[in-house]
């Protein structure tokens, strides 16, 4: 008989609503049965795409015997961390803090009052390599409990006093200069890795807002080296088995320093965020290889993660169906010789075992290699290769597909807005453009309240119960912002100053302009949840920083900008000595000292010749967080389009920066040298 998440919109949560475990789903509700039958809640949190949670879950919440003991002495609490990040947030750090890690699944033991007292991730069924067994935990939990209850929700109180004292000690709310920039590039230098591109050893993630953050302050300072880690790492991520050679797109991360092993799963955020890196890397070199990579992924997430209303899935599992009915991470992507000679006949596959760097021994598990590109492809034959790619692509097609979690989350909707609306018009593609305004069409249709409130999360065309965190109306607003730049349609402006007129009233601390990952009137937790360091995308903190950036630049609005700056002040802080876990607001502090500039570009109509032309060359420009609006003279659409005449009768562009702006200029080159950094 299926459990309470049956009538769950996620699709982690209904991945466990036949579980024989009676599941409770986050609710005050779960908490009050607690405290009415005296027993501790265990809260389990995982995502859909996450291969140890369903490893867990097999072993352990699918077992009859450990579901019995479960529902007679707890009452179990799943939730989904995509949902509810801030729930995530608060216990994660509470993880970290007692157990030096932290990760998924993770396994909390709280009491009544939610306050947490025994921690782990994975607890394996059987004990095994000095980790009890699932059961052993459980059990001792319960005897403890019973037997030492004071000391229980003694530990508990103090848990939850150290993490309140973990408030962030905040530096003076000054954006970074100069030197911190400086401090915090010479910083990234040192953890680079110079034979293989990337940040630190295994597991190595792509560091996609700390590449921004290089492209920037190179177009800012000219500085070679920056430009020079950037393109590199690029260059080796999607030669590398993280990037899928036949379908484009990247996985998750590489479990080793090579990028040659990935860990499968692939998620929207990932891909929007390297998607918008590749195509500004190529703006700014013309690498033709950041071309295919931003259009190929660009592809991918439009043929694989769109829904049917029009929005993006978050995200493809890392195990499917190996064809003998086991589920195994990577199944779907990896080769052997030999299935390359069953598609392909001997010389082909020999020719594509070259290319792609398969070997008799292989690279990942049981003789299976994972596609990459070792070698420069202009060593093979380019229409044998294209008919190797194309035949290998529909023999795939055929192997049984990875799961995809079809919930919409607004913020990496608003991510991958933003890389497929620029990423459309660099490359002269309106598909892109027209999937980015559909998607932003979903998500002020079901996403967005009568008072432009925020839901985190749909899925079918259906709003989730969860309100928008800090990153919703953060990349939301980055995602309408980047829209309206590209599409010439003040109302995307409009929209991402209701989203962060929100950010200003209900996520910022008036007194020290800090940021809270929860609104003021949001579900009080243990503590509110603040972090300002990017994880696996941009914090909600930096993120906002730079959209309130963008829109002061568009509106002139003083505070917007006060906010921006303000926010800024943890990057002085914590730039110079984790930069590379503030990637992002050291993107938006090189604006900041950039100006960022201001783009009016008027002609007689948006698709006059003229017009076209200087509106495409500002959108190329590289000075750092430069905001473009387009229109015709006298224009209500945009704030940067009032008394800006045309020019002798010609389409013009006009720049300005802090306050000044130069002459008007009617020649796309005049205005390219002008936005070149």
Not at 160 to 187: F, K, M, N
Not at 288 to 305: G, Q, S
Request: glycine letters at 10%; charged letters at 25%.
């Amino acid at each position: 008989m299926p459990n309470r998440l049956a009538h769950e919109t996620s699709p982690y949560l209904l991945q466990h609503a036949d579980n024989p475990v009676d599941w409770w789903p986050w609710s005050e509700e779960a908490f009050e049965e607690a405290r009415k039958r005296n027993v501790p809640v265990l809260l389990s949190v995982g995502y859909s795409s996450c291969h140890w949670c369903h490893v867990m879950a097999h072993e352990s919440f699918e077992d009859q015997e450990t579901a019995e003991y479960l529902n007679a002495h707890y009452v179990s609490v799943k939730v989904d961390r995509e949902e509810r990040p801030d729930v995530d947030a608060v216990y994660m750090e509470a993880v970290q803090a007692a157990t030096g890690q932290g990760g998924w699944p993770m396994t909390v033991f709280l009491t009544p009052d939610a306050e947490p007292f025994y921690f782990g991730t994975y607890f394996p069924p059987a004990p095994r390599q000095g980790m009890p067994s699932f059961r052993q935990v459980l059990q001792g939990v319960h005897q403890a409990w019973d037997e030492r209850r004071d000391e229980v929700t003694e530990v508990a109180g103090k848990i939850v006093r150290d993490l309140a004292g973990r408030e962030i000690s905040y530096g003076d709310a000054q954006t970074p200069g100069e030197e911190e920039l400086a401090q915090a590039l010479l910083g990234l230098t040192r953890e680079y890795d110079p034979q293989r591109g990337g940040f630190g050893g295994a597991p190595k993630f792509p560091p996609s807002m700390v590449l921004e953050f290089l492209l920037r302050h190179h177009a800012r300072t000219g500085a070679e080296g920056a430009l020079q880690m950037a393109s590199d790492t690029c260059e080796r991520m999607a030669r590398g088995g993280m990037y899928d050679q036949l379908g484009g797109g990247f996985a998750r991360y590489s479990v080793d320093r090579d990028w040659v092993v990935p860990h499968f799963e692939k998620m929207l955020y990932d891909n929007a965020l390297l998607c918008r890196v590749y195509a500004h890397l190529w703006r700014s070199t013309g690498s033709e290889l950041a071309r295919r990579v931003a259009l190929e992924t660009a592809d991918f997430m439009v043929r694989e993660l769109r829904t049917n209303e029009g929005g993006f899935a978050s995200a493809l599992d890392a195990d499917s169906d190996d064809g003998t009915g086991r589920h195994v991470e990577g199944a779907y992507y990896v080769w052997t010789p030999e299935q390359l000679r069953e598609v392909l006949g001997d010389e082909d596959a020999e020719l594509a075992a070259r290319h792609f760097g398969v070997t008799e021994e292989g690279t990942f598990e049981e003789g299976a290699s994972v596609l990459q590109l070792p070698s420069q492809d202009g060593l093979f034959d380019a229409g044998k290769v294209a008919s190797i790619h194309e035949r290998l692509l529909a023999a795939r097609a055929e192997r049984p597909a990875p799961g995809r979690d079809d919930k919409v989350v607004a913020a990496w909707n608003g991510l991958a807005i933003a890389a497929l609306a620029e990423t459309g018009a660099y490359f002269d593609r309106p598909d892109l453009v027209e999937a980015a305004v559909a998607a932003a069409d979903l998500l002020v249709r079901l996403h967005l309240d009568e008072q432009a409130r925020l839901t985190r999360t749909s899925k079918d065309g259906h709003a989730g119960a969860n309100p928008g965190v800090l990153e919703d109306y953060a990349d939301v607003a980055e995602g309408f912002l980047a829209l309206a730049s590209v599409t010439g349609e003040g109302v995307w402006l409009e929209f991402a100053g209701f989203l962060l007129d929100h950010v200003l009233a209900r996520f910022t601390d008036p007194e020290s302009g800090a940021l809270y990952d929860t609104a003021a009137d949001a579900e009080q937790l243990i503590r509110r949840p603040q972090d300002p360091t990017d994880n696996a995308a941009p914090s909600g903190w930096t993120a906002a920083a730079n959209a309130l950036l963008s829109y002061a630049a568009h509106t002139g609005s003083e505070p917007h900008r006060t906010a921006a700056e303000r926010a800024l002040g943890v990057v002085k802080a914590l730039g110079p000595r984790v930069p590379r876990f503030i990637g992002w607001g050291l993107a938006a502090a090189e604006a900041v000292l950039d100006g960022p500039r201001e783009v009016a570009v008027v002609g007689p109509a948006l698709d006059d010749e003229g017009t076209r032309a200087l509106h495409r060359t500002a959108l190329l420009g590289t000075a750092p967080g430069a905001v473009v609006a387009v229109g015709v003279p006298e224009s209500e659409e945009f704030p940067l389009l009032a008394d800006r005449p045309l020019v002798g009768g010609e389409p013009a562009a006009y720049v300005c920066r802090n306050f000044t702006c130069d002459a008007p200029t009617t020649e796309p080159d005049r205005l390219s040298t002008v936005l070149s950094g």
